[in-house]
């Protein structure tokens, strides 16, 4: 264990006791005291394929023996060449232009300049506004995040923000109030996660919902952009989390799972239908990132597809999610358990105050935080989050286990899941 400021790191929490984990092999990571924790979370939803894959590996360093990184202003490669042609391969529809980036913020500035620039290209300036649902989250650079509805990360930067018009979630109506509400010649796209993560605890759509946003941006000529960082790449027992609606985006944003971890990478994906307009209007998007096209990044994210494809692990990801979801009704009976979410390997835990009404613990007992810490002491790591219920309160965890987990690794994600509960309740109840 180490803690701020006992190394020259500066970490993420300075408050915050870390394990320093020295290796991980499929479902574990193992820190430099021999202790093993389950990775019920990928880390953040990213270690889709598990720990310590050695293909990757291989791959990233024949890569970087071979070429680790020219500019993508002025070269190219084989590697970028064919991750796109392996992405576009799964991609929705007509998309099949890979633009890849390194992360999932960089991701969607990137995909929301390209539907402002896009309608500039064609004449039509004024369609420049976003609008996003609440809750949501898209990211934590400054245009990303004024799409985001986590009040807790804009507080402080509300001055640097842009103004986004907000729908609820997953209410179309509202939607459609909000597109009134702006003027569809003022919008220049929707951005939504068509499964939501760890904002709304993977708050999954009605059905009918993605097709009435599709038939809404068709009639009134908007941007569907559908921010799959999370949800996509398999996460929710598809490749992408649109496919059981049929539903496809104009714009798709894809990042977390998409190289495993293995590399910081992300990409945005367009039909040429769009990015022909830039060919033949001002030749280029106006943005760049000396890391985008990464030559090693890229070649992780082709050996992380093949790997998936190769041993069917998307299809592995709905079948033990449906276990995941059937194992999960046994937290029901704990006390202060609320809803339960998601699909595929992807689940959110909702922890309340009082389970018959759902209202929310008060923020202050940081009952979100002291489960992820007694989790951790249990060897179990999960993924907190906060404010989905009006911003400030609402305490929830989020499972999210490699897409390789076994049916012994379920059982014990959620029997540690459900001691944690326990251990963390009575906490409470010592404190109040
Ligand atoms: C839906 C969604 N969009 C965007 C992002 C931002 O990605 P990153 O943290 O890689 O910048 C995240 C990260 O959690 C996310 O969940």
Redesign the pocket.
């Known amino acids: 264990m180490t803690h701020y400021p006992e190394t020259s790191a500066f970490f993420r929490k300075l408050r915050w006791e870390y394990p320093r984990i020295t290796h991980g092999k499929g479902s574990w990571v193992f820190d430099d005291a021999g202790t093993a924790y389950l990775d019920a979370c990928g880390g953040?939803?990213v270690s889709n394929l598990g720990h310590g894959v050695a293909e990757i590996a291989d791959a990233m360093a024949a890569q970087a023996k071979k070429l680790a990184y020219v500019s993508g202003m002025t070269l190219t490669h084989t590697a970028v060449e064919e991750f796109a042609a392996e992405l576009a391969k799964l991609a929705p529809g007509d998309l099949d232009k890979v633009y890849p980036l390194s992360?999932?913020?960089?991701a969607?500035e990137a995909a929301l300049k390209l539907a402002r620039q896009y309608w500039a290209e064609l004449g039509q300036p004024s369609k420049q506004k976003l609008v996003a649902l609440t809750p949501s989250?898209?990211?934590?650079t400054l245009l990303?995040l004024s799409a985001s509805a986590r009040e807790h990360y804009k507080t402080l930067y509300k001055g640097w923000l842009v103004d986004v018009e907000r729908a609820p979630a997953y209410d179309a109506d509202a939607l459609a109030l909000a597109i009134q509400r702006v003027g569809s010649e003022n919008i220049a796209a929707i951005i939504i996660?068509p499964v939501g993560?760890?904002s709304s605890g993977a708050l999954v759509p009605p059905t009918g919902y993605l097709r009435r946003v599709r038939a809404m941006c068709d009639k009134h000529k908007i941007l569907f952009i559908a921010?799959e960082?999370?949800?996509g790449a398999g996460r929710t027992g598809t490749w992408s989390a649109l496919e059981p609606d049929e539903v496809v985006p104009d714009i798709q944003?894809l990042?977390?799972g998409i190289a495993g971890g293995f590399a910081p990478l992300?990409a945005v994906i367009a039909p040429t239908r769009i990015v022909d307009v830039f060919a033949q209007g001002s030749g280029a998007l106006v943005h760049a990132q000396t890391f985008s096209h990464h030559a090693v990044s890229c070649a992780a994210g082709t050996a992380t597809l093949r790997y998936l494809a190769k041993h069917k692990l998307v299809e592995r990801c709905a079948q033990m999610g449906t276990k995941l979801h059937e194992s999960l009704k046994t937290l029901r009976a704990l006390p202060h358990v609320g809803a339960i979410r998601g699909r595929g390997l992807l689940a959110g835990i909702e922890l309340v105050d009082d389970a018959a009404t759902g209202a929310p613990f008060p923020r202050a007992q940081h009952v979100a935080e002291t489960l992820t810490r007694v989790a951790l002491d249990k060897g179990l790591i999960v993924w907190p989050n906060i404010g989905h219920t009006n911003g400030t309160d609402g305490d929830l965890v989020m499972l999210a286990p490699p897409f390789i987990v076994t049916d012994d690794e379920l059982d014990q994600i959620v029997q540690r899941l459900g001691n944690a509960i326990a251990t963390t309740v009575k906490q409470l109840s010592v404190r109040t």
């Open positions: 953040a939803f992360s999932g913020s960089d969607v989250y898209h990211g934590n990303a996660e993560g760890s921010d960082i999370l949800c944003v990042g977390k992300a």
